[in-house]
């Protein structure tokens, strides 16, 4: 079952549904090990920590196997959709990718999408050709209105950047699966691994994720369960889960019992 199961963004398969981020590990070598074990294809990077004016100087992408792994530029630290556009172009520019994971943040606080930032830039990067995933708040009207303006999935938040407080609205999250027709991609928020199976068990196609990897005791061991986590989630949701009940029913059947 899982075999044939795919996750498709933009007409590109991919096997895993985890997605992962690149920042906060203790030192490249532990980056590296933990993308390895959490068998995840498409790696964000944010391009201001990408060296895209001189790459003769030591950058991220030294430690990245850009064969192995898609690379998904995101613009982390951006406030404004100009801004977004702008780190986007340089990105593209540079070699980097048209896959880009958009963010556009509204303040430093609470790190929640400015969504009205986030449609403008959506809008001019969509007609400049770029594969666009936003990172957007768990609003099902702002995910559709995503979708229309030609996004090729749609990234809610769990929860904050960087809270690990799990999905907080996994009602949200529903609704926006019924909402949209292109995946949907939990982004942000993840603490532990039943955090991501939960997301999973929803239905969403897939999760991504960075802080519960790099800030746990041991980020590989963690990379591992998180690439557990979704499989699990994953086929657990195309199984069909038993419906909840208030009352009891017997696991042994009654028929054939000894008078
Ligand atoms: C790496 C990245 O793109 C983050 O901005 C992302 O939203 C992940 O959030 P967590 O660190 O909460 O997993």
């Avoid at 802080?211 to 369960?225: D, K, W, Y």
Wanted: glycine share 8%.
């Amino acid at each position: 079952m899982a075999e044939n199961d795919k996750l498709v963004i933009a007409g590109r398969e991919f096997n895993s549904r985890l997605m992962v981020g690149t920042g906060k590990y203790a030192n490249y070598q532990q980056m590296v090990q933990a993308l390895e074990a959490s068998g995840a294809e498409i790696i964000t990077v944010a391009v201001r920590r990408v060296n895209i004016s001189d790459r003769n100087k030591e950058s991220l992408l030294d430690y990245i196997d850009t064969k192995k792994y898609t690379l998904l530029p995101n613009t982390a630290g951006c406030y404004t959709a100009e801004d977004a556009i702008r780190t986007c172009r340089l990105a593209r520019e540079a070699g980097l990718s048209d896959f880009v994971k958009l963010e556009v943040l509204g303040d430093e606080k609470t790190l929640f999408p400015d969504n009205e930032e986030l449609l403008k830039a959506a809008a001019v990067l969509v007609k400049d050709g770029f594969t666009v995933l936003p990172y957007t708040s768990d609003d099902p009207i702002v995910c559709k209105r995503l979708e229309d303006l030609g996004c090729a999935a749609v990234m809610p938040l769990g929860a904050p950047i960087g809270s690990g407080l799990g999905i907080r609205n996994p009602f949200n999250i529903q609704i926006i699966m019924e909402s949209v027709k292109v995946p949907v991609i939990v982004d942000a928020g993840v603490g532990t691994a039943s955090d991501a199976a939960i997301a999973m068990e929803l239905g969403c196609d897939g999760v991504l994720m960075n802080t519960a990897i790099a800030g746990a005791q041991n980020p590989v061991a963690m990379a591992e369960a998180m690439n557990l986590a979704v499989r699990a989630g994953r086929l657990a949701y195309l199984s069909g889960r038993i419906p909840r009940k208030l009352y009891a029913t017997a696991s042994s059947p009654l028929a054939g019992l000894v008078a």
